[in-house]
Structures are given as C-alpha cells and as structure tokens.
C-alpha cells in the first residue's frame, strides 16, 4: 500500500523561502504521487479549527510539518497541530526541523512541543539532530537524518574548469549577514592586482531587503562586478556550470544545509568558503577555506594554475557529490518513507 503524505508549510513558491523551495521539491519528485500539499499563508490561532477539521477529514495518514517556515512567523499554530493530532487522531505525526540551533530562545523552547510530541523528527544534518538530542536524549531512537540537495537542478554538461568563461561568482540571497559584503571587498582586491578576472554576483532579491540590494548593485557597478538578478533555475545552473570558482564566504561557516553552497558544488564549481562549528569533515576534503585578508592573493593563485589542477579539484567535487549527497529528490523521497516505516 502506497504511503499517503500530507506535507504542511506556511511557505511555497513563489515566495522566497529554502523551506518552501524544498517543500515543491518532495511534492514534485516523481515518487511522491501520494503527497498532498497543505499550503496556508493565514497561521493565526483563530484559523486553527478550520486547519484541524481539512487535515482531520483528509485520507492521508501521515502528517509532515515542515519547520521553520518564513510564513510560519512567530506563530504556535503548527507547534498546535502537533499536539493535537498525536495525541487525538490515528494520523503519524512527523516533523522536518530545518534549522534548531539558529532557531532563536523562545522558538527553540517553543520547538519542545515537536520533539516530544511527534512520532518521528528528521534533521536536515548530524549537528542539528545532535544538538536536539543533547538537550532531550531519548529521541535519538525516533530521529534521523535526511540531507537535503540543492533546489537549483544542476546543469547536464560539466564543462571543464579551465574552460569556463566566469572566473568568480558568488551566488545565494541579496541579504545582509550572507557573505556578500565581504565578498564585494575581496572582488575590489582582486580586480586591483588582475583587472581582466570576470566575477559576478548572482541572487534573489527581496523588497524586504531592498536598501541592502541597492547597495550591492551600486557597489559591484562601480568596481565592475556582473550582476545577475533573479534568474530562473535553468539560468542559474548554467551560470554556476561555466565558473571556475565560487567564493562564499558565510559569516558562520559552510554547512551540508547551505543551498548557494549545494548548488554550486553540483555545478562542480571549485569552492572557496569560510569554516564554522557546522562545517564537516567531508567539506575539509575538497573546499578551500580562506580568511578575507588572504582571500584575494588565495584565488588569483588558483587561477593561475595548471590544468591538472584543476581536474584533480572536480574529482574531489565528485567524490563528494558521490558519497555525502542524496543522488536526487526521488533518493530523497525513498529516505523518507523509510523513516515514516521506522518501528516506533
């Protein structure tokens, strides 16, 4: 009997959100014909009764939550659909928690309500779902982890690095605190000591962030930087798939959950990145960490380098590609309906 999901977010394209973007993944993978999306942007607690009787009346058993969702806000409605269905419905409740230590005090106590009351949680990553654990130990057994892949589908050639028209990119939101201020400050030092180096900016932007956009465009104008500003998936990858390098400089350091990240190494773009407390092992065997003060002198040199370079940098990519990544959204379905099977 095939496994009937109902999947509940409070984002989903075409809104902004890497939540709601993987969301529409899992519930257009090819093998997910028995999920049902359960889309609401109204997560006020008076709407909660008319939420209760649609989910109640649906015939999927298995309820997922999706968590945290940017149109969840602050609202405990879905912490309450929680509560109420696995404790008073025959529906297997389960929850995906994106992010748990980034979640904020009062977010992360009112995140309790999922790890105790779900039948099963999955985690995006190791860390997360061993930070959860250290703070309530006994839901080891009904946790597990389910990587995520990147919601950018990736270009079908790899052109070779050596033969790639863009020399630098950065890519994910034009938002603050994402690496672009710093990556705008290498671009001004490397174009200094190499002026004919191509580098781009590439992203999202949002009218919540509009100022800080602003500000970018007007930057990268002046020092010459491309910019390519919303740009569809097919687009995005075959820009990622033609540049050399990719320097993202995240403030807290790479991590398997970094969407700009996924996609770029997908497009087997050679990665210059920042290391924090998320970062793996397995990101230690193939990117290249790098300070903002030797950024600029680290990546001029590496694109100076020789062929075989280069070609050893992409087989490490497909090395991890191969060994730490989901092969595609349906691998991604396949894990989950795994862990709705799992024994209680």
């Known amino acids: 009997m095939s496994l009937k999901v109902a999947l509940i977010t409070g984002t989903y ?28 942007k109204d997560w006020s607690f008076s709407s909660v009764i008319r939420k209760i009787r649609e989910i109640a009346k649906s015939d999927e058993d298995i309820l997922n939550i ?3 969702s940017m149109g969840f806000g602050y609202s405990l ?11 008073f419905s025959k529906k297997h409740v ?19 309500v999922f790890l105790i009351f779900s039948q099963k949680i999955i985690f995006t990553n190791e860390f997360e779902r061993k930070a959860a654990i250290k703070r309530i130990p006994w839901i080891k057994k009904k946790s597990k982890v389910i990587k995520i892949l990147s919601n950018i589908t990736p270009a079908f050639e790899h052109v070779p690095t050596e033969k790639r028209t863009f020399d630098l990119g950065c890519f994910g939101l034009l938002t603050p605190k994402k690496g672009i201020e710093e990556f705008l400050e290498v ?35 002046k020092i010459g930087v491309k910019l390519f500003l919303n740009k569809d998936e097919k687009d995005v990858s075959a820009i990622l798939s033609n540049t050399k ?36 092992e397995a990101h230690k065997e193939f990117c290249y960490f790098v300070e903002k003060e030797d950024a600029a002198d680290s990546i001029v ?17 497909e090395k991890f590609i191969k060994n ?16 709705f099977q799992m024994k209680k």
């Open 77 to 87: 409605v879905p912490h309450f659909l929680c509560f109420y269905f696995s404790l």
């Open 66 to 68: 999706q968590y945290p």
């Open 13 to 40: 394209p075409p809104e902004k959100c890497g939540v709601g973007d993987y969301s529409s993944k899992l519930i257009h993978a090819q093998n997910a014909n028995f999920w049902r999306l359960f889309y609401y």
């Open 301 to 317: 040199k590496a694109l100076n380098q020789t062929e075989e370079y280069y070609q050893s940098a992409q087989l490490k990519t």
């Open 94 to 112: 389960t929850v995906t928690i994106h992010e748990y230590t980034r979640l904020g005090r009062k977010s992360r106590l009112a995140a309790i």
């Open 187 to 221: 671009s001004t030092k490397i174009l200094q000591l190499k002026p004919s180096i191509e580098i781009f900016i590439m992203g999202q932007t949002l009218d919540k962030y509009k100022d800080f956009s602003d500000k970018v465009m007007n930057e990268a104008n």
């Open 245 to 280: 390098i990719c320097y993202l400089p995240f403030p807290d350091g790479v991590s398997e959950r970094r969407g700009s990240f996924l996609a770029s190494v997908l497009n087997y773009c050679m990665i210059y990145t920042t290391e924090g407390i998320y970062t793996t």
């Open 324 to 339: 730490h990544l989901p092969k595609s959204w349906e691998d991604v379905i396949e894990q989950y309906h795994d862990v």
